[in-house]
């Protein structure tokens, strides 16, 4: 949680475009140069909770065509604090962890989440084998290692990707038996 996070303050934007990057393996685009601050505050002085700050931000057309893929996914995890700790209210007042995908997809908090996760679990599997494929081979992932990881893929998909299977095949893969010591 810390990771997606500003100091004293959770990021619906940082937790949204981790589960993309790590989860779905859907990487947004970078954001544009010059992103103005979020307002923390109204125009009257109160203080806005996250998903108001966030919300008040992509009411900017130019911004909301990336933070609407971004923001509904860390949105459902709002009601974790910066270190992972359950809370009702954000400072400036109650949790909505309410989300809506750009599909029309709609769920509410970790839970939602998951059965979310759940629902894509193809893309979830995909992401889980090439993070794993990542690790195993110690480097970043290319084109020539797609067909292995459909071919896991594949091969896992009958068992619902049972993690141990997921590994045994990840070891019996071409590119990690074929792979070659790097010279540090």
């Given at each position: ?5 500003h ?6 934007v ?14 947004p ?8 601050p ?7 002085g ?7 700050q966030?919300?008040?931000h992509r009411?900017?057309?130019t911004?909301?065509?990336?933070h609407?893929?971004?923001d ?5 995890m709002?009601?974790?604090d910066?270190?992972g700790?359950?809370r009702d209210?954000?400072?400036g007042g109650p ?6 995908l750009?599909?029309?997809?709609e769920f ?5 989440l998951k059965n979310?996760?759940?629902a ?7 992401a ?17 290692d797609q067909?292995a990881v459909?071919d ?19 070891v019996?893969s071409?590119?990690?038996q074929?792979r070659q010591?790097?010279?540090?």
């Amino acid at each position: 949680m810390l990771l997606t996070s500003h100091g004293t303050r959770t990021s619906p934007v940082l937790r949204g475009k981790w589960i993309l990057d790590n989860l779905l393996n859907s990487p947004p685009a970078p954001p544009p140069a010059n992103v103005p601050p979020l307002e923390e505050n109204s125009k009257d002085g109160k203080k806005l909770t996250a998903r108001e700050q966030v919300e008040k931000h992509r009411a900017n057309p130019t911004c909301a065509s990336c933070h609407n893929r971004i923001d509904p996914l860390g949105f459902s995890m709002e009601n974790y604090d910066v270190i992972g700790r359950w809370r009702d209210k954000d400072d400036g007042g109650p949790i909505n962890a309410s989300a809506k995908l750009i599909s029309g997809t709609e769920f509410t908090g970790p839970q939602g989440l998951k059965n979310m996760l759940l629902a894509r679990s193809d893309e979830f599997a995909n992401a889980t084998i090439s993070r794993l494929m990542t690790y195993a081979l110690r480097r970043e992932l290319d084109a020539r290692d797609q067909p292995a990881v459909r071919d896991i893929m594949r091969q896992t998909e009958a068992n619902e990707y049972r993690f141990h299977d997921v590994i045994l095949a990840v070891v019996k893969s071409v590119p990690f038996q074929m792979r070659q010591k790097q010279d540090h």
